[in-house]
C-alpha cells in the first residue's frame, strides 16, 4: 500500500495543501483532519495542489464535499490546481468543474483568490 502525505504552507491569508500519494478510504481522514485545522483556525482561502498526488477514491472526493459548504459559508473556497490528466478525468466525470475552480497552476489559483478580494 502506498503512502499520503500532506504539506501545509502558508501564503499570505492563503493555506496550500500539497497532497502526495494515494488519497483513498485509508487516508482520507489525514485530509479531513488538515481542512479541520484550517476551519478551526479560521482559514477559508484554500489551495489544494495535487502536482504530487498520483490516486484518488470517492472517499477522497467526499472530503473536498464535505467542507466546501462551511469554507463557502464563511467567504472562503478550496481551489484545485495542478492536476494530471488522469486525476482530472476523475473530477470531470463527477461534474467537480461545475463545483471547484481547477486552475492549472498554484499561481493561477492565488491570483483567482487576489481577484476575489474586494
Same mark, same amino acid.
Given at each position: ?37 484550517? $476551519?478551526?483556525?479560521?482559514?477559508? +482561502? =484554500?489551495?489544494?495542489? #495535487?502536482?504530487? *498526488? ?25 481551489? $484545485?490546481?495542478?492536476?494530471?490528466? +488522469? =486525476?482530472?478525468?476523475? #473530477?470531470?466525470? *463527477? ?24
Amino acid at each position: 500500500m502506498s503512502g499520503f502525505d500532506i504539506q501545509k504552507k502558508h501564503e499570505g491569508d492563503t493555506v496550500v495543501l500539497q497532497l502526495k500519494g494515494y488519497l483513498d478510504a485509508h487516508t482520507a481522514p489525514q485530509l479531513e483532519t488538515a481542512l479541520q485545522e484550517c $476551519l478551526a483556525k479560521k482559514e477559508y +482561502k =484554500i489551495i489544494a495542489n #495535487f502536482s504530487q *498526488l498520483s490516486y484518488i477514491s470517492s472517499a477522497g472526493l467526499g472530503v473536498f464535499m464535505g467542507f466546501i459548504e462551511e469554507v463557502r459559508k464563511n467567504g472562503g473556497d478550496i481551489k $484545485l490546481c495542478c492536476m494530471n490528466a +488522469k =486525476i482530472y478525468r476523475i #473530477f470531470d466525470l *463527477l461534474g467537480f468543474p461545475t463545483l471547484y475552480e481547477i486552475l492549472d497552476t498554484e499561481e493561477e489559483a492565488r491570483e483567482k483568490f487576489d481577484s476575489n478580494s474586494v
